[in-house]
């Protein structure tokens, strides 16, 4: 029996098509999907066991108490100064498995960006070269900040936030009938090194949302890198604290995506019947 010698060849146009057909008529995504776990709907409120494989956006409100250097009452007792602010960034999923991480959403550090502002009355002739009077604090400050988590389970977790600011200064004369209000500004880069302790409020199945807030604390120490004004007696170094409510956005925005999944469950099985 003699064979064909192109035999071989009748073959390999019809699996080039075939290639070509499965490239130009199936969406890459649904590939992608299929090569992955078959992932269900999760509830927020229970621990998962598969790692989240995309960031999750998070924000909060931020109110401080600094120790300026230059605060102090009539016992040379530094007086701590309301900063209030905002801030916004990413979750970042581990790269590798981390056992003290076992919330909900597991989360290896946070990172963003932030921006607090102060308006502060200072009763303190000299602070400023040349002035006399009282004078009031103007200071706004954009930050970075990079937090990593120390620990991360169910309820409770433990961070050391590091953030890098940028900041300005304005100081105006507290005298109604001076013709010259401002009398300096300037630009000062401070740095804050701290521990972070957050503790979330347990889910209740009739009152889902209450897990949406929690405790937070907040201490530590910022340096100034650079002075706005050299030849004052202003200084921003030194220590603060954060206590108060948190909210978890996170929680949130998981909630919302689960109760979207479970009501287009719902629809589809209604569908089917």
């Not at 016992?75 to 602010?85: K, M, Q």
């Not at 740095?191 to 209450?210: C, D, E, H, K, T």
């Not at 030849?231 to 919302?256: C, Q």
């Amino acid at each position: 029996m003699k064979t064909n010698p192109n035999r071989g060849w009748q073959v390999k146009p019809l699996c080039l098509l075939c290639i070509l057909f499965f490239l130009t008529h199936v969406p890459l995504s649904s590939v992608a999907t299929s090569m992955q776990i078959n992932y269900k709907s999760q509830d927020s409120t229970k621990i998962q066991t598969t790692q989240p494989s995309s960031r999750t956006f998070t924000a909060s409100t931020d109110q401080r108490f600094f120790f300026f250097s230059d605060t102090r009452n009539n016992e040379n007792r530094r007086v701590p100064v309301s900063v209030y602010g905002i801030r916004a960034g990413f979750l970042f999923p581990p790269n590798h498995k981390r056992p003290e991480l076992k919330s909900g959403r597991s989360a290896s550090f946070k990172a963003g960006a932030g921006f607090y502002f102060i308006n502060q009355h200072l009763d303190r002739p000299g602070l400023l070269p040349n002035t006399s009077e009282s004078v009031t604090r103007h200071l706004r400050i954009a930050t970075v900040y990079y937090e990593r988590y120390l620990l991360r389970r169910k309820a409770f977790e433990v961070s050391l936030p590091i953030e890098l600011g940028y900041g300005h200064s304005r100081y105006e004369i507290n005298d109604d009938l001076s013709n010259k209000h401002e009398v300096a500004r300037g630009i000062f880069l401070p740095l804050g090194v701290g521990v972070s302790a957050a503790y979330q409020f347990p889910s209740i199945s009739w009152l889902r949302p209450i897990h949406w807030f929690g405790l937070n604390i907040l201490t530590g120490y910022r340096f100034i890198l650079k002075k706005d004004i050299p030849d004052s007696n202003i200084n921003y170094t030194g220590f603060y604290i954060s206590v108060g409510p948190s909210f978890f956005l996170e929680n949130l925005t998981a909630d919302v995506k689960y109760w979207r999944q479970k009501s287009k469950a719902r629809k589809s099985s209604r569908a089917n019947q």
